[in-house]
């Protein structure tokens, strides 16, 4: 263990956060070119699906939630023209179409349904009973096609020593993928892409707030949002494309916030939260980063590394402490709501004593 001084930091910042970088970098695209292959042998059989690209580390379909655990959205095509439904009815299915007496619960706030049509275009796959019930394109259905598909892809590509698929309690399509370092689980999830338009409901950026400035809201937006086949009903929104731009260019005036989000992140990893599945992933902690930024917009709040890192710890540490943490643009949304309690609660112990003693450790800890 190391003291938190800034040689300590630097030394930890080349040891653990840089050499983290590059064994991510590289199992990204060794996992890339394999989803690459399979999605492209995938979209080849049903052309709803859309091949994913391989644009390294960056590839907006991809989010590293840990090392080892990847999340990749497989853009759905066919349906363009979205517009907001206007009138709100109950529905009497299940996800596989049979019917019911009472109606189906409402989505949350990160969810909503979706009609076909919505969309002032969609081809007639999407109309077809293998997606779509009553009018509705339902995310178990979607998933059921995929799942089918992804199996006969893996074996038509050759893939079955490197990628096998994983059996849970969901509907959601996981994959494990074999790399020469280590195995990778990987999400993957069909999604309708929506760009150049912002849901109503969400009304960000909240009033009275400096960051991020004007022009870079108009930028966010301008990047739409996503709807993710990850339920059985309801469509999940997501805004990968606008975290991503939120993360473009954060340390423009020089301040230490990409340093913060990295150390916290490699700690996280090393200390905090070391199971390859965890209950914290990168996502949360680039909410606490966005939520840490508009409480403290200014550029003198970021030039002190200790300052500004221990301040990003602190919110992490009241998050799971009381086991709410709002989504950055629907800020009614608890992430955590669904977490296992007891493991939050070790996460929130050990980060208390960090904060009683900050020290960096030299190797990573069981």
């Known amino acids: 263990m190391k003291s938190f001084t800034e040689e300590a930091v630097e030394q930890y ?8 970088h590059r064994i991510v970098s590289k199992t ?18 049903d052309a709803r699906f859309q091949a994913i690209s391989n644009s390294g580390i960056h ?7 840990t090392p080892s655990y990847f999340l990749i959205t497989v853009p759905l095509l066919g349906l363009s023209g979205y517009k907001e439904s206007q009138v709100r009815h109950w529905r009497y299915y299940t996800a596989h179409g049979a019917k019911l007496l009472s109606p189906v619960r409402d ?11 919505q969309f002032s275009k969609s081809i007639q796959q999407w109309h077809e009973t293998d997606v779509n019930i009553e009018g509705d394109l ?17 074996t038509s590509c050759k893939l079955t020593d490197k990628v096998s698929i994983l059996e849970g309690f969901s509907s959601v399509v996981r994959v494990a993928v074999e790399t020469p370092a280590y195995q990778v689980e990987v999400e993957l999830v069909p999604t309708i892409e929506i760009p150049t338009c912002w849901p109503r409901k969400i009304k960000w950026p ?9 022009d870079k809201v108009q930028c966010v937006k301008s990047f739409g949002f996503d709807l993710l086949a990850s339920s059985n009903y309801h469509w999940q929104l997501s805004f990968s494309r606008a975290e991503h731009i939120l993360m473009e260019g954060l340390d423009e005036d020089g301040g230490c916030r990409m340093l913060c989000y990295r150390v916290m992140r490699q700690l996280k990893e090393d200390v905090w939260c070391v199971r390859s599945k965890p209950i914290l992933t990168s996502f949360h902690l680039q909410m ?23 301040r990003m710890v602190r919110k992490l540490h009241k998050c799971v402490s009381q086991r709410f943490l709002k989504h950055y643009f629907i800020r009614d949304t608890n992430l955590l709501k669904y977490a296992n309690t007891n493991d939050l609660d070790v996460v929130a112990g050990k980060l208390a004593v960090f ?6 450790p030299l190797e990573c800890e069981e």
């Open 355 to 360: 904060l009683e003693n900050p020290i960096l």
């Open 288 to 310: 606490v980063l966005f939520w840490t930024c508009e409480k403290y917009p200014h550029s003198k709040d970021w030039r002190c590394f200790h300052t500004a890192f221990l």
């Open 138 to 154: 339902v995310p178990a259905k979607i998933l059921t096609v995929f799942r089918e598909l992804v199996e006969k892809s893996i």
């Open 28 to 45: 990204v695209a060794e996992v890339q070119q394999i989803i690459q292959q399979l999605t492209t042998d995938i979209s080849n059989k």
């Open 59 to 65: 590839n907006q379909n991809m989010k590293v939630l």
């Open 206 to 214: 909240r009033c009275f707030r400096h960051w991020p400035c004007q």
């Open 13 to 20: 910042i080349q040891n653990k956060v840089d050499l983290r």
């Open 107 to 117: 989505p949350e706030e990160l969810q909503q349904w979706l009609e076909v049509e």
